[in-house]
């Protein structure tokens, strides 16, 4: 049920946003105030308080984001309080910026090492990505877990390429223990 609220409302943001032809614009608002709500989760204790009246929490609504955000996206927000969703808000948000992504050729590649990677290496990557896949764009997310010991683990949507040596090490070993003396 939560998939489907949030695909509904999510697709009609997305739609909105089509309309105007303002697809990157609310993107990037849009990132900002998941971002911005993730950090703040007393605001969404209360948009979902079922003791607070529906007028107090439009009114907070209000202080907090009119004038900050475009008045679109307040009055989005207004009717998903309105309608009692905003206990899904956040799978409202990453469908809407997954859609846009989609569309605009937008890649989201995670990329795991063993050590830091300089710049150059990290722009080698995104390159190489860039040229093996049909995405317009790559959005980079680098993280280190030294227990790789050397190589890479790359994770586009579900899929995953690991070349990581502590992978090959572990098929090193499953093939040993299949051997038979």
């Known amino acids: 049920m939560a998939k489907l609220v949030g695909a509904t409302y999510g697709e009609a943001l997305f739609e909105l946003a089509v309309e105007e032809g303002r697809e990157e614009e ?6 900002a105030l998941k971002e911005l709500l993730g950090e703040n989760p007393d605001f969404g204790k209360l948009m979902n ?14 202080e907090v984001f009119k004038g900050r ?16 969703r905003y206990g899904e808000i956040d799978s409202i ?8 992504k989609r569309v605009k050729g937008i ?4 990329v795991t090492t063993a050590f830091h990677l300089s710049e150059a290496k990290k722009s080698e990557v995104e390159n190489k990505l860039l040229a093996t896949t049909s995405f317009n764009r790559m959005e980079m997310h680098y993280q280190v877990d030294e227990d790789l010991i050397g190589g890479m683990v790359i994770r ?6 690991d070349s990581s040596v502590r ?3 572990s098929e090193l ?6 051997v038979q003396l």
């Open 49 to 62: 308080h079922p003791r607070v009246l529906k007028e107090e929490k439009l009114a907070v609504l209000d």
């Open 93 to 100: 948000l990453d469908y809407f910026i997954d859609e846009v």
């Open 69 to 84: 955000i475009s008045g679109e996206l307040v009055g989005f927000l207004r009717l998903v309080i309105s309608k009692d």
């Open 173 to 178: 070993e499953r093939e040993l223990l299949r």
């Open 156 to 161: 586009i949507g579900d899929r995953v390429v």
């Open 167 to 169: 992978s090959r090490l």
């Open 107 to 110: 890649g989201v590649a995670f």
């Open 26 to 31: 609310f993107l990037s608002e849009v990132s």
